[in-house]
């Protein structure tokens, strides 16, 4: 069991300078104290970051707020012994001062403060970034928000009720260096718009809900006009105010490719992080080499995808990020690792070591996930069909990553009648066990349908994109109110 040692130092700075801390000589030093009690491996993440969110509610914008927000943290590995701490102070002294206090939190047989020679690491990865959100005015911030309310609203005005639209945007500027020698820099520019709407009628309520977000810039809301956004979120509010109670029942469901991968994320992505694995709480564990999923299923994560929102050049422990085949024609090929999973199992980490701050250790994590396209076209999928459930929009759900028992909402379904797409319904649930799923799906799209997300772990939150094509499950257990078929 890993021992995790926390130390916090809440100092502040007012002279951040980047001079002044982030050359290689003075990391290098850091690093050395850190290590001076002994250690395995240590590291240094230094974290710079401004932030936009704007909000709007009733209408009316309700709250504007913007800042920076800088600090470090130092990690010792020594063992499953984990010592961390952080601090605000990015001074020299300040860096040199958490060095030695964590250092003593991890017990070794003595080390010494000897000189670490770092060398840049390169990756591969790069980002085009043609509007960055730092040099947009807030004014303008401000009308893509305002456009996207008067777009949901204008689509029933009788109907929609409540609009709630969120902007946010952050440049982060990250250094990390190690006692392998590794010196990386790296500037993340991600940028989301977000809407949901509420639409009434008599006393039936639904909401929709439309979000976009990228590893680019202020350029996001060319590609995805903020009219579009809020568009979306209302049709999908009113529509379903007319929709009929889902059936209930076990019935073959197409999960469309604008879905999204909200499933494989959860039922699946979760399961194949190295730590829960290890851990023995990863219905994956054990498995590696062997039939996890049906013949026709590759799951890949590949956080170097052009500017997704998963999408990084390095994780939070300066590994270059790459493509990673999970399950490839159904085989469990490999887990998601950090540099400490990694060692466990005398691997080399993939690079999915992420943090959300400073303030946390990194941990596995899921950057793009995708179930792979594969050869079947999409409408024939769905004539195939006979009678079942199209699902287009994937609500929130729940995930138990020792069984890999799942329940998701359905934000949007239709009942497929006779190979043909049939009435919109409402209040579907789905029901099932992830690898068993994964085994039941018989048929794989040509297309590729992408979702974003926040994904929380162990008390921290990373953004994380989901995909997959369109595919159909042989059979599910739908919950609705409707009368089965």
Same mark, same amino acid.
């Given at each position: 069991m890993q021992q995790v040692i926390w130390i916090a130092l809440a100092i502040l700075?007012?002279?951040?300078?980047?001079?002044?801390? =982030?050359?290689?000589?003075?990391? +290098?030093?850091?690093?050395?104290?850190? =290590?001076?009690?002994g250690g395995d491996f240590a590291d240094v993440y230094v974290e710079y970051k401004k932030m936009t969110g704007i909000g709007c509610e009733d209408g009316k914008i309700e709250r504007i707020h913007s800042g920076i927000e800088s600090g470090a943290g130092i990690r010792v590995l020594l063992g499953d012994i984990t010592s961390y701490a952080y601090?605000?102070?990015?001074?020299?002294?300040?860096?040199?001062?958490?060095?030695?206090?964590? +250092?003593?939190?991890?017990?070794?047989?003595?080390?010494?403060?000897?000189?670490?020679? =770092?060398?840049?690491?390169?990756?591969?990865?790069?980002?085009?970034?043609?509007?960055?959100?730092?040099?947009?005015?807030?004014?303008?911030?401000?009308?893509?928000?305002?456009?996207?309310?008067?777009?949901?609203?204008?689509?029933?005005?009788?109907?929609?009720?409540?609009?709630?639209?969120?902007?946010?945007?952050?440049?982060?500027?990250?250094?990390?260096?190690? +006692?392998?020698?590794?010196f990386v820099e790296d500037e993340r520019i991600r940028t989301r718009l977000m809407v949901h709407a509420v639409a009434s009628e008599g006393e039936v309520i639904q909401t929709g809900y439309e979000a976009v977000g990228s590893h680019s810039g202020f350029e996001l809301l060319e590609r995805h006009?903020?009219?579009?956004?809020?568009?979306?979120?209302?049709?999908?509010?009113?529509?379903?105010?007319?929709?009929?109670?889902?059936?209930?029942?076990?019935?073959?469901?197409?999960?469309?490719?604008?879905?999204?991968?909200?499933?494989?994320?959860?039922?699946?992505?979760?399961?194949?992080?190295?730590d829960l694995v290890q851990k023995g709480l990863s219905v994956y564990a054990g498995k590696k080499g062997r039939q996890v999923a049906a013949q026709c299923v590759t799951v890949v994560d590949d956080a170097a995808m052009p500017n997704r929102y998963g999408s990084y +050049?390095?994780?939070?422990?300066?590994?270059?990020?790459?493509?990673?085949?999970?399950?490839?024609?159904?085989?469990?090929?490999d887990f998601l690792y950090d540099r400490l999973t990694a060692h466990r199992d005398g691997v080399e980490s993939n690079g999915h070591g992420r943090r959300e701050s400073y303030q946390h250790k990194p941990i596995p994590r899921m950057g793009n996930t995708y179930i792979a396209s594969g050869k079947d076209d999409p409408e024939k999928i769905i004539r195939d069909t006979g009678n079942g459930l199209l699902v287009k929009k994937m609500g929130g759900g729940q995930v138990n990553t020792t069984t890999g028992d799942f329940v998701f909402d359905v934000a949007?379904?239709?009942?497929?009648?006779?190979?043909?797409?049939?009435? =919109?319904?409402?209040?579907?649930?789905l029901t099932g066990n992830g690898p068993e799923v994964l085994g039941l799906i018989e048929a794989v799209g040509d297309d590729l349908g992408f979702t974003i997300g926040t994904c929380g772990k162990d008390g921290q939150g990373v953004p994380v994109g989901d995909a997959q094509p369109t595919i159909r499950i042989k059979e599910l257990v739908v919950g609705?109110?409707?009368?089965g078929e």
């Amino acid at each position: 069991m890993q021992q995790v040692i926390w130390i916090a130092l809440a100092i502040l700075n007012k002279n951040w300078t980047v001079n002044g801390v =982030l050359d290689k000589n003075a990391l +290098s030093k850091v690093i050395a104290a850190a =290590l001076t009690n002994g250690g395995d491996f240590a590291d240094v993440y230094v974290e710079y970051k401004k932030m936009t969110g704007i909000g709007c509610e009733d209408g009316k914008i309700e709250r504007i707020h913007s800042g920076i927000e800088s600090g470090a943290g130092i990690r010792v590995l020594l063992g499953d012994i984990t010592s961390y701490a952080y601090t605000n102070d990015l001074s020299r002294e300040g860096l040199l001062e958490a060095a030695r206090i964590v +250092s003593h939190a991890v017990a070794g047989q003595g080390g010494s403060e000897k000189s670490i020679e =770092l060398q840049r690491v390169e990756s591969p990865v790069k980002f085009d970034v043609l509007q960055r959100p730092d040099q947009v005015t807030t004014e303008q911030k401000v009308q893509a928000v305002k456009a996207a309310n008067e777009a949901a609203r204008a689509v029933d005005r009788s109907k929609i009720k409540q609009v709630m639209v969120g902007y946010s945007d952050i440049v982060q500027q990250v250094t990390v260096a190690n +006692s392998r020698g590794y010196f990386v820099e790296d500037e993340r520019i991600r940028t989301r718009l977000m809407v949901h709407a509420v639409a009434s009628e008599g006393e039936v309520i639904q909401t929709g809900y439309e979000a976009v977000g990228s590893h680019s810039g202020f350029e996001l809301l060319e590609r995805h006009k903020p009219e579009e956004v809020g568009a979306a979120a209302g049709r999908r509010a009113v529509q379903m105010l007319t929709a009929r109670p889902a059936p209930a029942g076990k019935m073959p469901v197409v999960l469309a490719g604008e879905a999204g991968g909200t499933m494989v994320h959860e039922a699946c992505g979760h399961g194949l992080e190295a730590d829960l694995v290890q851990k023995g709480l990863s219905v994956y564990a054990g498995k590696k080499g062997r039939q996890v999923a049906a013949q026709c299923v590759t799951v890949v994560d590949d956080a170097a995808m052009p500017n997704r929102y998963g999408s990084y +050049s390095y994780d939070d422990e300066g590994v270059p990020a790459r493509k990673v085949v999970l399950i490839e024609n159904g085989i469990l090929k490999d887990f998601l690792y950090d540099r400490l999973t990694a060692h466990r199992d005398g691997v080399e980490s993939n690079g999915h070591g992420r943090r959300e701050s400073y303030q946390h250790k990194p941990i596995p994590r899921m950057g793009n996930t995708y179930i792979a396209s594969g050869k079947d076209d999409p409408e024939k999928i769905i004539r195939d069909t006979g009678n079942g459930l199209l699902v287009k929009k994937m609500g929130g759900g729940q995930v138990n990553t020792t069984t890999g028992d799942f329940v998701f909402d359905v934000a949007e379904g239709y009942l497929i009648e006779n190979g043909v797409v049939g009435p =919109l319904v409402r209040g579907a649930t789905l029901t099932g066990n992830g690898p068993e799923v994964l085994g039941l799906i018989e048929a794989v799209g040509d297309d590729l349908g992408f979702t974003i997300g926040t994904c929380g772990k162990d008390g921290q939150g990373v953004p994380v994109g989901d995909a997959q094509p369109t595919i159909r499950i042989k059979e599910l257990v739908v919950g609705g109110t409707g009368q089965g078929e």
